[in-house]
């Protein structure tokens, strides 16, 4: 199962402007990061900024403030020597983190739908030149998705095209994944998808049927049989119906 390898969440608690002669700058950024579902490698991080310099950065996971300007040093070393301070945010890990982490999961990441995939040709390959395979994800939420196309079961990573995710506009996604591929008798396409919507990775094979284009000939080609079907009746109506009203005079 497809799952983001990191998340991120911001939150910005405090910003204090100071604006002086030299018009100094000072704000501090709160910040969670995780990557596994059940939190356990959360990691809480203050940072402070000074004239949009990174100036001290407490974490969690050390216990302390790391300097990384001159003054830093002073200020780190001030602070990891009042315990109550390094105590009170080293507990933010639960307030802030896992505490808005589940409401994160709850709202959005485990809200998923799944993807339509559709795999199929799209351009018919002659001599030397290779036939253009199309794998298809529509309408799936969240947008981090992974499509792999595979020949007789082993990856291929070679002549592979992709989009980007692209936003329906209804807060789905869709992506679309190109191979050249020159066919071999008893060969297997398939395009693997892997999703947070699925609990495994899902394999769709290779739609036999024509190809797109083929199937474009062929429609064009039923649409004029059925307008000659028509015309061809309509002609026979109006020649029956002429025919009906006429008088034989003998000779």
């Not at 109006?238 to 009203?245: A, E, M, P």
Request: charged fraction near 20%; include cysteine; charge should be neutral.
């Amino acid at each position: 199962m497809l799952r983001p390898n990191f998340l991120c969440i911001g939150l910005v608690f405090l910003i204090a402007v100071f604006y002086e002669a030299d018009g100094y700058h000072s704000y501090s950024l709160d910040d969670c990061t995780y990557s596994s579902r059940d939190l356990s490698d959360a990691e809480y991080l203050r940072i402070v900024y000074f004239n949009k310099v990174k100036h001290v950065q407490f974490n969690s996971t050390l216990g302390k403030f790391v300097a990384f300007t001159k003054q830093g040093w002073r200020d780190a070393d001030y602070w990891n020597n009042d315990a109550a301070y390094i105590q009170q945010l080293t507990g933010e890990i639960d307030r802030v983190c896992r505490h808005n982490a589940q409401i994160y999961f709850s709202s959005i990441l485990d809200k998923t739908v799944p993807p339509k995939v559709r795999v199929r040709s799209v351009k018919k390959g002659s001599g030397t030149h290779p036939a253009v395979l199309m794998c298809s994800a529509y309408s799936f939420y969240p947008k981090v998705i992974k499509l792999t196309w595979l020949k007789d079961g082993k990856p291929v990573t070679s002549d592979v095209t992709s989009t980007e995710e692209m936003a329906d506009g209804d807060w789905f996604y869709q992506v679309h994944s190109h191979l050249e591929h020159i066919p071999k008798s008893g060969e297997k396409i398939s395009c693997m998808v892997e999703h947070a919507s699925f609990t495994k990775p899902m394999t769709y094979d290779l739609d036999p049927s024509v190809s797109e284009s083929d199937t474009n000939k062929i429609a064009i080609g039923a649409s004029g049989l059925v307008l000659g079907v028509i015309l061809a009746a309509a002609g026979l109506i109006y020649y029956k119906k002429k025919s009906t009203g006429r008088i034989l005079v003998p000779h």
